[in-house]
């Protein structure tokens, strides 16, 4: 067993989702490399000043522009997406997924998936033939006039509930978006025969608890059973564990501070142990900038530090406050996390005015007031939001509202 203080865990953490000591990847080949990296590209439609799977991307790829996560999933095919929590996932796992799709498929008698598609059994094999028929499909194809109405978050039509069954259940996969909606085709029009099968449940169940745990950097062991191991008994899980750790695949990692024993896969063991030598693993070295060179900004959704995650990491309070009422907002609508070093420092709004092509800051709030006057600091944001509009394609920056003068010397020159 590893014993380690938090701030190694944090490093490895952040090291192990690409965002420490700095961007390693480049280009459209590095943006693959970072999506099979990162685990999961989890995607979210809103795209207030971009998306938040793209500033996730940004925030791990030199020179990352928004969209290019399409290209090497929709058109290269190395990845698909997938998913009640909607990612991007590497094409070559499909046989682990599709024991999972099989799990939805099956259900419990009150699974959501399971019965969507026997209430909407009709429009399913509808669906089905018009595909054969026509290739790709999408909602939008459908008319609300011609078709019943339903009841449901994920369609308003038996055409959409049934569309997304299927998805679902892995008959049907998107074969590309326009404006972010799936388009359908079926499996066999998409996927390579060889992944058209399923793993052996056991096979499935292993993969599924290393994907999690490297997903995570160290992740621990979870009584509530998360979705994809449906129907499996916890005892079945902790034993799967422990012929794990017995096999070497996983390492135990205590943590000081923290209550539980995590996991972290064996073949992290030597990155570890740079980490905690004090060495950045050779595969982790960064292109350019360090993070303590350059700030990184950090999407919404990004796994260290959503879902209250930066606040056990980082001792950083943040919450998403897209869906909150205006009046409940702390800081607004559309807040990043700002990463110094290895360290969460500060945290922005923004918005970006397409009329003029203008970034504008709404508010910029600093964990420590003395950074303000911090002249390294400075200059790292600095760098950090001269990259970030260029991501955006802005014209120009707005840091009227930023109060410290230093600061807002370093953000618009």
């Not at 005015?353 to 303000?372: A, M, P, S, V």
Request: charged letters at 25%; hydrophobic letters at 40%; aromatic letters at 12%.
């Amino acid at each position: 067993m590893f014993t380690i203080d938090l701030d190694t865990a944090r490093r490895f953490i952040l090291g192990k989702q690409g965002l420490w000591p700095g961007r390693r990847w480049q280009g459209i080949e590095g943006t693959a490399q970072a999506m099979y990296d990162m685990e999961y590209l989890q995607l979210d439609p809103l795209q207030i000043i971009a998306r938040s799977h793209d500033i996730a991307l940004h925030s791990r790829v030199a020179d990352y522009q928004p969209g290019l996560w399409e290209d090497v999933t929709y058109q290269q095919r190395q990845f698909f997406d997938w998913g009640g929590w909607l990612a991007a996932r590497p094409m070559n796992e499909l046989p682990h997924w599709r024991v999972v799709m099989r799990r939805e498929r099956e259900g419990n008698p009150h699974g959501q998936i399971r019965n969507m598609g026997l209430e909407h059994a009709d429009a399913v094999e509808e669906m089905r033939a018009i595909l054969q028929e026509r290739q790709t499909v999408s909602n939008r194809d459908f008319k609300m006039a011609k078709r019943t109405r339903t009841d449901s978050y994920r369609g308003r039509k038996d055409s959409s509930l049934a569309l997304y069954y299927l998805w679902r259940i892995g008959d049907v996969m998107t074969h590309h978006r326009e404006n972010f909606e799936r388009v359908y085709a079926l499996t066999e029009h998409i996927a390579p025969a060889h992944l058209i099968c399923e793993s052996d449940d056991l096979e499935a169940e292993r993969f599924l608890i290393k994907k999690e745990i490297s997903f995570s950097g160290l992740s621990r062991l979870k009584r509530t059973s998360e979705a994809f191991h449906r129907g499996v008994p916890f005892d079945t899980i902790q034993q799967i564990y422990e012929g794990m750790v017995a096999a070497g695949e996983l390492i135990e990692v205590k943590v000081d501070g923290w209550k539980q024993v995590h996991f972290a896969l064996g073949s992290d063991a030597d990155r570890l142990k740079d980490v905690i030598a004090g060495r950045v693993p050779d595969d982790w070295a960064p292109l350019d900038t360090t993070t303590a060179d350059e700030v990184t900004f950090l999407a919404p959704l990004d796994q260290v530090s959503a879902r209250g995650r930066a606040k056990i990491l980082f001792g950083f309070e943040y919450i998403w406050e897209v869906y909150k009422p205006v009046h409940k907002r702390q800081y607004g609508y559309y807040t990043l996390p700002v990463l110094w070093g290895d360290r969460l420092v500060a945290r922005f709004d923004s918005k970006l005015d397409r009329t003029t092509n203008t970034f504008i800051i709404l508010g910029l709030w600093l964990e420590d007031e003395k950074l303000g006057t911090d002249t390294a600091f400075a200059q790292a944001l600095g760098r950090g939001f001269a990259r970030f509009i260029k991501f955006l394609g802005a014209q120009q920056i707005n840091a009227q509202v930023v109060e410290q003068p230093l600061l807002r010397r370093h953000i618009d020159p």
